[in-house]
């Protein structure tokens, strides 16, 4: 059993890797610094198929398969996080619920441009009382006519508000069922009159990243943007999360890599007592437990992957993968902000930015908390 | 205009430490990681983009092992038809003049009007494959080349000089072209390009094939025989200057003056 990447996915990730060291890491300082969105680099990306790519050339993607995208996220985060998590959240959030379980139609309409990377996909799943507790979706969708009205308020919604959004799909409740809420996905283009995009949050990493709230208000979409059948939207996301942790494992890991190769020139170069501090072993204790953990979140993740693309049930191992990946990204972030000492605790170091984006990634696309119930429940207790 | 690349594989020691292997004929390559030659990359660029403006094709061409497929893969992802992978034991110990030779071999029954190869090797920097290529096949070559511009069955380039003077010249073809970095803005191969160049065919040759001896190439067949590689020597000629910046700044302008190198 030798874990190998193909030569294709090799190649994938070298393509990926030049085009983030050549096109992204000259802008870094300027994302953090003033936050815009980057349309260049998407548009970029798009060209060259990175906006999508597990879905078939005949719906406009790169027909890649699962394993090849969870790579690209990682190179990409490796240098800077908001490309990553913008084609993240575009991928697995955004597309993922069209391509799955739309029709024919929806996919020929919405999602060509997406995979092709004209437009940006969101999902709006979170509200500010429905995080963890996604059950306790507020918003509605009322069926008058031929026609949903939809009513609610969604946060924390990556991609809903840029110039090149498609829109969003949002969870509804669309009637009861057995004393439960049904929960629909109703796809939202962002021109529908009564679809309110609030200014972008002042967050602790991801400057450039388009996340805002959201708010509907009357908000009239066709019958026909109902995504899958009605009562059935809690069911589609909860596959498309499998994916998503498996690629926001991805972020985490392209993140650490990040920061250990930040510490690798750092120690060589910084002089303490006489010596570069790469000779004292508290720092090679350091990062030879960054490297190891960095290597199995990778290998984590990967298996999760190529369970996806096989088909197979995945649901465990992509909790794992997105637990010990983010909390591992986490562990490692914080190492090397103490290795950089002082000036890791300054804005134009890497490190201080890796911090910042890191902390994100235990608490989006379900908590630490809730990855280890989905986990305890798989287990069979 | 039908048009062959020839690329290298090497290790990228920009950033990395370098040390001497055992064998001190070698660099420790264990921890490096890979790409296409620099230079490699701009002519494979220079040449999609003449095929893409006047159409033809683009062979890819490397001497190297199984793990130069994906340099050659990569070449192919941006828009190359063929290419044809030189492998043979007997290689071992090449110099440029030995490995032009197996190239020329190579290269010498394809259609062509251009050959491109880099102008230079990020590892051995010999600058000498193209040129002797070009001695070998009996056409014309320029090496260093920042500007093409085709005319019929002429081509006019730009060599780069000093100073960043071009000296234009005009050739005919079938021409060697060894280019320079920064002629171009090599892209990025697309996912749909790689998924192509992965299901193509690249076709392997060994020396028996090229129609070589095994005198002719590999060591036995260069003219420069690689010893060993040594850090290089503090010499005793070296006069080091000491003192504060401005104090040794004007001892060197002295020194310099005083010697007529300025």
Known sequence: ?381 | MDMVVCVKRVPDTAESEVHIDSSGRDIDKGRLSFGINEADNYAVEEAIQIKERDGGTVTVISLGGKESDEQIRMALAKGGDEAVRLEDPAFAGSDGLAIAKALAAAVKDLKYDIIFTGALADDDAFGAVGVAMAELLGVNHAAYVKKVEIAGDKIKVGRELEGGLLEFVEMDLPAVLTIQTGINEPRYASFKGIKLAAKKEIELKSAADLGLDASEIGEAGAWAKLEKFTPPVVGEMAEILEGEPEETASRLAGILKEKGLV
């Not at chain 1, 939202?188 to 200014?199: E, H, L, Q, R, S």
């Open chain 1, 1 to 381: 059993m030798l874990f190998e990447l193909a030569e294709e996915e090799r190649l994938f990730r070298s393509m990926v890797r030049d085009f983030a060291e050549g096109e992204i890491r000259p802008k870094v300082d300027e994302l953090w610094e003033k936050g815009e969105f980057p349309y260049g680099i998407i548009e970029k990306m798009g060209e060259l198929g990175i906006m999508g790519i597990p879905w078939p050339e005949r719906y406009g993607g790169s027909g890649g398969d699962y394993l090849s995208y969870v790579i690209a996220v990682e190179e990409l985060a490796r240098v800077e996080s908001t490309c990553a998590i913008t084609l993240e959240a575009h991928i697995s959030l955004g597309s993922s619920p069209l391509y799955y379980f739309g029709t024919e139609e929806q996919k020929q309409e919405i999602l060509v441009p997406l995979a092709r990377g004209e437009k940006l996909a969101a999902f709006g799943l979170t509200e500010p009382e429905a995080g963890s507790d996604a059950g306790n979706t507020k918003t509605t969708a009322v069926l008058d006519g031929d026609e949903w009205v939809i009513n609610g308020t969604k946060c924390f919604i990556t991609n809903a508000g840029t110039d090149i959004s498609a829109g969003v799909t949002v969870t509804a409740v669309t009637g009861q069922d057995d004393g439960k809420s049904a929960i629909s996905n109703i796809f939202v283009p962002k021109d529908t009159p009564g679809y309110n995009i609030a200014p972008k949050y002042k967050k602790m990493g991801w400057h450039a990243s388009d996340t805002r709230e959201l708010s509907f208000s009357d908000c009239r979409v066709p019958a026909s943007n109902i995504i899958g059948k009605q009562g059935e939207g809690f069911c589609q996301f909860l596959y498309c999360l499998d994916g998503g942790r498996i690629a926001i494992a991805g972020l985490a890991i392209g993140n650490a890599q990040g920061c250990l190769e930040e510490c690798m020139k750092y120690v060589k170069e910084r002089v303490q007592f006489g010596k570069p501090i790469a000779s004292f072993q508290a720092i090679r204790f350091k990062l030879a437990d960054m490297a190891t953990q960095i290597e199995l979140a990778r290998n984590l993740a990967y298996k999760a992957a190529a369970l996806r693309d096989a088909g197979k049930p995945h649901t465990k191992e992509a909790a794992m993968a997105k637990l010990f990946a983010s909390e591992m990204c986490m562990a490692a972030a914080t190492q090397a902000v103490q290795i950089f000492g002082g000036y890791g605790f300054m804005d134009e170091y890497p490190v201080s930015r890796f911090f910042r984006d890191a902390k994100i990634l235990e608490i989006g696309e379900g908590t630490s908390e809730i990855q280890r119930i989905v986990i305890a429940r798989e287990l069979g207790i």
